[in-house]
């Protein structure tokens, strides 16, 4: 034969392996992979990507040989398939897929049935016994054909398709009967005879031509070659073509149909999972007409195919050393593998997988490390809604994912109402905004839900800081607290009403659905032990409070990366203190205010350094402007006024001069420091006080005083001198020294720029990227839900910057900050402290731009950990 | 003698000249200048810088030689002066002078009186007839040498010299007698005495030594040095001494003391100008007792005198080519020039005398050009307050100069009532703030001042692009609008009552003030000629109006570099249907609305192409974010309501909607085109019918359309795209072509960053510095003033960056912007539209970045022009 002395152009299934990818395409060396390790793969054989190349270099012309060596492998198809090609009897079909070395959304894509044509339909219909099937696998053939091979309009098709369905007065493909789709038959061809004066070929063999035509010719359509273009992929790589047989699991009641886990997806146990169908096609298993059997059933009616699906799955594992998702079909009593491929599984299977796998000696732990997610661990860490019941709920509307797990609880809109249901039932908070007068009915409530406001809005940035669920700026929902209802796509929930939060996808539903709690066991913990092992940056937790200190420590924190102050205010007792100072207007009356303040201040710092003994506190200094501290409504002023023994007028006055245009960019932070020293010093002389207390007593304190706002060299000069200052003055007053840094946040653009002359003063940076992340954009996280949504639908973003850092924009301002305080400071300290520090993808970054420690929300730790572990391996490649 | 064979250690004044400096100090040689051109300077003679470095190496120890040839100098000083040092009868004094080549400041600066002593008193009040006078010097010397040569802490004298007064219960100085003084001669000598165990030398040659000794002394003392370490000035180059004879004008009715000016330093005649006393020293010509005589009154009085001045006036002007300012004493009959230095005058002056010099051949005009400082300009466009008038005027407060130039009238406190009240007499606005609602009243008023808001504030910038005389962030002043008052330090101005402002110093006074209106004249001209012949920046103006267009044009505005288009829906015809527009909540509403303003904005571009016909017009789309439109007040709500025919709470509802927390960080710019193209298209439809109708009428339009608030290139290209369409369409419409440019502000820090990116959509860059500082910053120009003041005090930051680009911060991120920029797009045209395009500093920064332009307000544009011309020679060199 001449295809002996012509080079080899067509590989059988069994003549290759999953290294010959670029001669047979990526799908072509999978089936031949899973053909070698002998899997029951339907048979087939690959045209190569040279052909490819060949036909388009012989101006669209086959190299000699090519006709015979597919004559010879489809000779050999039949032969492993015990079918023959275009056989009246006994018809083998085969389907026809492009493939080249990287997937290729652009090419024609796969034609299913070939081989079918009038006469071998007879054939087909008596071995399933299924007219209709028969008849619907013909017309969608023609269909396929029609448009993908011969190119007639598509929409010509579903004109006829739709005109029957009219005619029937039915409204779904499948309420058409086997008569009505032969009938289809007659009319799609047609349509083709019609638009290409030619008939739909009723040869196989012309049929498979053809098609191989179609594959090679999609090689250079336009889709195909501004897709490659456009993702820099060589042209001259070229496609292979797929021919393999047709199997079907409706040949009667020894075929079948399912897909099966080789460990069950949702918890991980090591245990064989899947669902199977009798006598029925892929489709039909997907359709939900009929209901699976689970695959154990399998192993009574068909123990024979069980036990070698059994040894298919070991076989798998060992291969693939993975869990696998596979598809099987049952023709004729023969078991064939459609496809293998790694298996999707929960937060919690592929942690047990992971584990389970290195103790099997399958993976070692750095596989075992590389192959969870660390978004996952969110799943891990909060509360989930059970997934079957959330499909049947009420859906309200959807918000921003922006604090993740589940609550449910009864709408109420305030705070203080949310501290007093709370002690009869669940709340969850309603309000347009939070503002940090709500902290405390934040606390009570199960889950927090605002119409505005984005990922780093207030409400989202508390609510992770909580680890609670949050939803925030719904912008469909319309809140009237003054009401007590709020409205959403014209449904009014009223207060008292059950509603569920989904905080990991933003969904918000009527009424109660189950919760799923959370389950941190003993591999969770191991499993964060090999996390550790590779990661190389540090991990602290942004915390306030003892309590969010210890579930800081608990989840891995090797520090306080942001301890705000602020929030230490807002309670009942503190608040008026606060105030007091504020209204003073006299640097004596503030001195007083802040006097109360001191001792309170420094028992909160007491608390939080001896949590966090040996390990690194830093301390942010007083960040938001003053007027956050005082009440807005008239009818709070007025108590305050009265609390404080202060004329409403004046009251008034005071706080109308503080209001600002742009809070933002506003009188905050060390502004204030620098305006009102007395108030750094107050706070100053508390952190110090506390770690000189607690150093007499043993205690390994390592205080970090961090500077906010800075953009100025002069500032954080001048803030630095007096934070020596008291710290030379309380080591005096109280005969002990104790170590202590002073350092600044990083957070405005003109910080990042001027970094080498900040650093003379500073001993360490935080990089605050909400902030830098609002100004380097000019977006404020309080308004930007009102174009930031259009701008992630149209791509005009690709990320959410307030979630994931803008590497291209802030990341540059960020590297330019690392280099030029390192410039100044060989040995500066970098960190984030931002909501970006518990964001897998902001980790890396992070990683690679030298920085020493990320921090964030203390559930968040382990996603960082894992980050940072995950960022570190991939350098390594 | 032993002087003959050693170096010339001692120079005597006519022995040196200016170009000596680094010999004889800066101070000695310019003596030794004044002397060599034939003034009649006290004589006196200069101890080498190089003595100084003797000095210390051989340990502070002179060199062989110098004490004779001080003494043969001194002899030479006698004979010249026709006194002799240490004389009873005829006492020569000599003052004692530090002077290296630089100004330096940390040394010891000037003893005079050198050679009284308790004997040659007597020979003084003889010669002076003025007992107070001579014990005033006498106490004077030993109170210097006392605190600087001989090291008694200054506070010693200071006590006895208050116990005196106390004891007198006199209050000043010139309350004490020649008793007292005398008295105080003794008290003083004790005190040195007391504190040195050593008396205060009566020797005048003792006087002398240690004088110079304290010379060379103070060189190395530790102000000195770290003066030099701080200024970077090598430490060897050594101090001169200057020992000069001392002249006194009060030595009986042919002596007299004046001070003379080359010109007239007000208005820059060539005329001698000047005034003197006769019988006086200079302090009684500054004191004021006396009222000193024209110079013109000494031409009768003294002939010779005043011929000789004339004299000396021409030689002056011949040698130095500029205007001098010249201190005379007349010492019994013989005059004596004891300084001359450049004079300072008005920029009235300083334009003529620019101008004459050039006619006179004294000058170039390169030279001339240089001679007049660009901010002077200001004085000659605006309004000036009459200096002497202003003297007398009781000040109110002080605010940030905004807007230069002088205003008086009637303080109103709203729009309305300005409008109202402006029909009858001149109005004042006065706001705590102002809004875009407030542009009517403030087209009316004569000037604005406001209590809040900084250089860039809405007050700031749209008095300056009116020209208006505007005094902004007085932040002592209290508003009380609602009751027609404002309060400032306890003071109340009513609705009515007159104040005026001085916009270029910040000044509010009670009353009125005479106003002196600009001259612009012929000289004007010539010189803004000559200037651009030098610049090679192009210089736009900021035009919103065709008349604004206008005043531009007369200003020499080759352009406009930024067309608000906002400003334009102000008006009462057009802000309805812009709040329609807002309202209406359908885009089929937005567009009915939009399509009454396209008429109303076509006609707007219409009236600004034909004025500027051939130039370029950079049109800015719409930029601020859509609530600005709407009213706050409940009140205005209501009426609105009503006249748009829409429920008052679901209006209400709408604009709390709209509301933001950060607006500068907002809905805005090109976000408000992305949200809502139909805004975009109704304005760039406006813009190119207008061009389109303007070129079918034979003009030659060049408009620039501009995108605002640009941060992401997708922005660009979305909205890039929007607009060629609409230019294709109306082309094809109109069947006409016309040129246009699309392009982008650059003022969000991204946008710097990613120059490069959106380099490839723009084909221009206007930089946007007032929202560029303000996010670099992060400080939101409305509420700056709460702690930039403080700022500037405490020389945390140097400049007001919303005044002053700030070179190393935002001036870094302009940098990268022009080279990234320029990077992708070689013929990238690049401006700056910012407040700052007006400020001389900031457009010398911007001609060296390599911007092509710079576009101010267009009163600032003579101001930009010079600027640009200077930077331009100041690269020469």
Same mark, same amino acid.
């Given at each position: 034969?001449?295809?002996?002395?012509?080079?080899?152009?067509?590989?059988?299934?069994?003549?290759?392996?999953?290294?010959?990818?670029?001669?047979?395409?990526?799908?072509?060396?999978?089936?031949?992979?899973?053909?070698?390790?002998?899997?029951?793969?339907?048979?087939?054989?690959?045209?190569?990507?040279?052909?490819?190349?060949?036909?388009?270099?012989?101006?669209?012309?086959?190299?000699?040989?090519?006709?015979?060596?597919?004559?010879?492998?489809?000779?050999?198809?039949?032969?492993?398939?015990?079918?023959?090609?275009?056989?009246?009897?006994?018809?083998?079909?085969?389907?026809?897929?492009?493939?080249?070395?990287?997937?290729?959304?652009?090419?024609?894509?796969?034609?299913?049935?070939?081989?079918?044509?009038?006469?071998?339909?007879?054939?087909?219909?008596?071995?399933?016994?299924?007219?209709?099937?028969?008849?619907?696998?013909?017309?969608?053939?023609?269909?396929?054909?029609?448009?993908?091979?011969?190119?007639?309009?598509?929409?010509?098709?579903?004109?006829?398709?739709?005109?029957?369905?009219?005619?029937?007065?039915?409204?779904?493909?499948?309420?058409?009967?086997?008569?009505?789709?032969?009938?289809?038959?007659?009319?799609?061809?047609?349509?083709?005879?019609?638009?290409?004066?030619?008939?739909?070929?009723?040869?196989?063999?012309?049929?498979?031509?053809?098609?191989?035509?179609?594959?090679?010719?999609?090689?250079?359509?336009?889709?195909?070659?501004?897709?490659?273009?456009?993702?820099?992929?060589?042209?001259?790589?070229?496609?292979?073509?797929?021919?393999?047989?047709?199997?079907?699991?409706?040949?009667?009641?020894?075929?079948?149909?399912?897909?099966?886990?080789?460990?069950?997806?949702?918890?991980?146990?090591?245990?064989?999972?899947?669902?199977?169908?009798?006598?029925?096609?892929?489709?039909?298993?997907?359709?939900?007409?009929?209901?699976?059997?689970?695959?154990?059933?399998?192993?009574?009616?068909?123990?024979?195919?069980?036990?070698?699906?059994?040894?298919?799955?070991?076989?798998?594992?060992?291969?693939?050393?993975?869990?696998?998702?596979?598809?099987?079909?049952?023709?004729?009593?023969?078991?064939?593998?459609?496809?293998?491929?790694? !298996? $999707?599984?929960?937060? =919690?299977? #592929?942690?047990? &997988?992971? /584990?389970?796998?290195? %103790? @099997?000696?399958?993976?070692?732990?750095?596989?075992?490390?590389?192959?969870?997610?660390?978004?996952?661990?969110?799943?891990?860490?909060?509360?989930?809604?059970?997934?079957?019941?959330?499909?049947?709920?009420?859906?309200?509307?959807?918000?921003?994912?922006?604090?993740?797990?589940?609550?449910?609880?009864?709408?109420?809109?305030?705070?203080?109402?949310?501290?007093?249901?709370?002690?009869?039932?669940?709340?969850?908070?309603?309000?347009?905004?939070?503002?940090?007068?709500?902290?405390?009915?934040?606390?009570?409530?199960?889950?927090?839900?605002?119409?505005?406001?984005?990922?780093?809005?207030?409400?989202?940035?508390?609510?992770?800081?909580? !680890? $609670?669920?949050?939803? =925030?700026? #719904?912008?469909? &929902?319309? /809140?009237?607290?003054? %009401? @007590?209802?709020?409205?959403?796509?014209?449904?009014?929930?009223?207060?008292?009403?059950?509603?569920?939060?989904?905080?990991?996808?933003?969904?918000?539903?009527?009424?109660?659905?189950?919760?799923?709690?959370?389950?941190?066991?003993?591999?969770?913990?191991?499993?964060?032990?090999?996390?550790?092992?590779?990661?190389?940056?540090?991990?602290?937790?942004?915390?306030?409070?003892?309590?969010?200190?210890?579930?800081?420590?608990?989840?891995?924190?090797?520090?306080?990366?942001?301890?705000?102050?602020?929030?230490?205010?807002?309670?009942?007792?503190?608040?008026?203190?606060?105030?007091?100072?504020?209204?003073?207007?006299?640097?004596?009356?503030?001195? $007083?205010?802040?006097?109360?303040?001191?001792?309170?201040?420094?028992?909160?710092?007491?608390?939080?350094?001896?949590?966090?003994?040996?390990?690194?506190?830093?301390?942010?200094?007083?960040?938001?402007?003053?007027?956050?501290?005082?009440?807005?409504?008239?009818?709070?002023?007025?108590?305050?006024?009265?609390?404080?023994?202060?004329?409403?007028?004046?009251?008034?006055?005071?706080?109308?001069?503080?209001?600002?245009?742009?809070?933002?960019?506003?009188?905050?932070?060390?502004?204030?420091?620098?305006?009102?020293?007395?108030?750094?010093?107050?706070?100053?002389?508390?952190?110090?006080?506390?770690?000189?207390?607690?150093?007499?007593?043993?205690?390994?304190?390592?205080?970090?005083?961090?500077?906010?706002?800075?953009?100025?060299?002069?500032?954080?000069?001048?803030?630095?001198?007096?934070?020596?200052?008291?710290?030379?003055?309380?080591?005096?007053?109280?005969?002990?020294?104790?170590?202590?840094?002073?350092?600044?946040?990083?957070?405005?653009?003109?910080?990042?720029?001027?970094?080498?002359?900040?650093?003379?003063?500073?001993?360490?940076?935080?990089?605050?990227?909400?902030?830098?992340?609002?100004?380097?954009?000019?977006?404020?996280?309080?308004?930007?839900?009102?174009?930031?949504?259009?701008?992630?639908?149209?791509?005009?973003?690709?990320?959410?910057?307030?979630?994931?850092?803008?590497?291209?924009?802030?990341?540059?301002?960020?590297?330019?900050?690392?280099?030029?305080?390192?410039?100044?400071?060989?040995?500066?300290?970098?960190?984030?402290?931002?909501?970006?520090?518990?964001?897998?993808?902001?980790?890396?970054?992070?990683?690679?731009?030298?920085?020493?420690?990320?921090?964030?929300?203390?559930?968040?730790?382990?996603?960082?950990?894992?980050?940072?572990?995950?960022?570190?391996?991939?350098?390594?490649?």
């Amino acid at each position: 034969m001449a295809s002996k002395n012509s080079k080899k152009y067509v590989y059988f299934f069994d003549e290759g392996s999953k290294e010959m990818k670029e001669l047979l395409g990526s799908k072509g060396a999978n089936l031949a992979e899973m053909t070698r390790i002998g899997l029951p793969v339907p048979s087939g054989f690959i045209i190569t990507t040279e052909v490819c190349n060949l036909y388009y270099k012989l101006g669209r012309k086959y190299p000699e040989g090519l006709d015979e060596q597919i004559e010879e492998n489809l000779k050999k198809l039949e032969k492993k398939m015990g079918m023959i090609f275009g056989d009246e009897q006994n018809p083998l079909l085969v389907s026809v897929r492009s493939g080249a070395a990287v997937s290729m959304p652009g090419m024609m894509d796969t034609i299913l049935n070939l081989g079918l044509n009038d006469k071998t339909i007879v054939g087909l219909i008596r071995k399933t016994n299924n007219e209709r099937f028969c008849w619907d696998s013909y017309r969608r053939l023609i269909q396929m054909f029609g448009d993908v091979v011969m190119g007639v309009e598509h929409d010509e098709f579903e004109k006829t398709l739709q005109a029957k369905k009219d005619k029937k007065g039915v409204k779904f493909d499948t309420e058409l009967d086997a008569q009505d789709l032969k009938e289809l038959v007659e009319d799609y061809k047609k349509i083709i005879k019609k638009a290409k004066r030619k008939d739909f070929p009723q040869d196989p063999m012309v049929q498979l031509r053809m098609a191989i035509d179609a594959v090679f010719g999609s090689w250079n359509n336009k889709r195909a070659i501004s897709y490659r273009n456009l993702h820099g992929i060589p042209h001259d790589i070229g496609t292979a073509v797929n021919v393999q047989a047709m199997v079907f699991g409706n040949m009667g009641e020894n075929s079948g149909t399912g897909v099966a886990f080789t460990r069950n997806p949702a918890t991980g146990e090591d245990e064989f999972y899947g669902e199977y169908l009798m006598n029925a096609q892929g489709e039909d298993v997907v359709a939900g007409i009929r209901t699976p059997q689970p695959i154990s059933k399998l192993k009574e009616e068909m123990p024979e195919i069980y036990k070698q699906l059994l040894d298919i799955r070991r076989k798998l594992e060992e291969h693939y050393r993975d869990m696998q998702d596979i598809e099987f079909t049952i023709q004729e009593g023969k078991l064939y593998i459609l496809q293998t491929r790694t !298996g $999707k599984r929960t937060a =919690a299977a #592929a942690l047990k &997988i992971a /584990v389970d796998m290195v %103790k @099997q000696k399958y993976i070692d732990i750095k596989t075992a490390v590389k192959r969870v997610e660390p978004q996952m661990l969110d799943q891990l860490l909060h509360k989930q809604l059970d997934e079957k019941a959330k499909e049947k709920a009420e859906l309200l509307t959807k918000g921003l994912p922006a604090s993740p797990g589940a609550a449910l609880g009864r709408v109420v809109f305030d705070a203080d109402t949310a501290v007093e249901e709370a002690k009869k039932d669940k709340v969850i908070l309603v309000r347009t905004e939070t503002s940090p007068e709500d902290i405390q009915g934040m606390a009570v409530a199960q889950g927090i839900l605002t119409a505005r406001g984005g990922m780093t809005s207030h409400a989202a940035v508390v609510a992770r800081g909580m !680890g $609670k669920c949050c939803v =925030a700026g #719904a912008e469909s &929902i319309k /809140v009237y607290e003054s %009401k @007590q209802y709020f409205e959403v796509n014209g449904k009014r929930i009223n207060k008292g009403d059950w509603i569920t939060l989904d905080g990991s996808t933003g969904e918000v539903f009527r009424g109660k659905i189950p919760v799923v709690d959370p389950v941190i066991g003993e591999d969770f913990k191991k499993f964060m032990g090999w996390v550790d092992k590779f990661r190389t940056i540090g991990v602290r937790a942004n915390a306030d409070t003892p309590n969010d200190a210890k579930v800081a420590l608990n989840f891995g924190a090797e520090g306080i990366g942001l301890c705000r102050t602020e929030h230490m205010f807002f309670e009942a007792d503190r608040i008026k203190a606060m105030r007091k100072m504020i209204v003073a207007g006299t640097r004596e009356g503030r001195e $007083k205010a802040l006097s109360q303040l001191l001792p309170i201040q420094k028992k909160d710092f007491i608390e939080i350094f001896k949590v966090m003994n040996n390990l690194p506190v830093t301390i942010r200094l007083l960040d938001p402007p003053l007027h956050e501290f005082l009440p807005n409504e008239e009818e709070d002023i007025k108590e305050i006024s009265e609390e404080l023994g202060i004329g409403f007028d004046e009251l008034k006055a005071t706080i109308n001069a503080l209001h600002e245009m742009n809070p933002m960019l506003g009188h905050r932070g060390c502004r204030v420091s620098i305006t009102y020293p007395e108030v750094l010093e107050m706070q100053v002389r508390a952190i110090f006080e506390a770690a000189a207390e607690l150093t007499l007593e043993g205690y390994k304190i390592k205080p970090e005083v961090m500077i906010p706002v800075v953009g100025i060299v002069n500032e954080a000069k001048i803030l630095k001198e007096q934070i020596v200052n008291v710290a030379r003055k309380i080591m005096k007053e109280k005969g002990i020294k104790f170590g202590y840094k002073v350092g600044t946040m990083v957070e405005i653009p003109r910080a990042c720029i001027t970094a080498d002359e900040i650093a003379q003063e500073a001993e360490f940076f935080s990089f605050g990227t909400n902030d830098l992340t609002q100004m380097t954009f000019g977006f404020s996280r309080d308004d930007a839900n009102k174009f930031l949504p259009v701008y992630l639908e149209n791509g005009i973003l690709e990320k959410d910057p307030f979630a994931t850092i803008d590497i291209d924009g802030v990341g540059e301002l960020i590297k330019m900050g690392v280099e030029r305080g390192r410039k100044t400071r060989q040995n500066l300290k970098i960190g984030i402290c931002g909501e970006h520090g518990g964001d897998p993808d902001s980790v890396k970054f992070c990683h690679k731009v030298g920085m020493d420690y990320v921090s964030c929300s203390p559930y968040r730790v382990p996603v960082a950990r894992l980050a940072a572990a995950h960022a570190a391996l991939e350098e390594e490649k």
